[in-house]
């Protein structure tokens, strides 16, 4: 794809807004953006807790805290890489992928 973010800006404490080259504008929510996290962890995660879903729903330490991204780099000229307030580091964000999302 030849739509490149023009600008990533902050909305309020935990959404980020995307405006791309072509004048469209993605908002994101911080919490949506980790739960959609590509990479083999977390997708290997979501397919395990189909199987093993605790019979009480839990809320773990890291989950309770609010949930920010720490940092957001460009990977190339195709992706960024994201850091989360709650460690997690390892995905990349294609900007197609991020693109895609009507919020
Ligand atoms: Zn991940």
């Not at 023009?6 to 911080?30: C, P």
Request: hydrophobic share 35%; proline share 6%; charged share 25%.
């Amino acid at each position: 794809m030849n739509v490149t973010p023009e600008s990533i800006t902050r909305d309020g404490e935990t959404a980020i807004v995307i405006q791309w080259s072509d004048g469209k504008v993605t908002r994101w929510t911080v919490a949506k953006l980790r739960a959609s996290c590509p990479c083999a962890t977390c997708r290997e995660k979501k397919r395990g807790e189909v199987k093993s879903r605790p019979v009480l729903p839990v809320l773990t330490a890291a989950e309770a805290q609010p949930l920010n991204i720490v940092s957001m780099r460009p990977v190339g000229t195709y992706a960024y890489n994201i850091e989360f307030s709650d460690g997690h580091s390892s995905g990349l964000f294609q900007f197609s992928m991020l693109y895609g999302e009507d919020d």
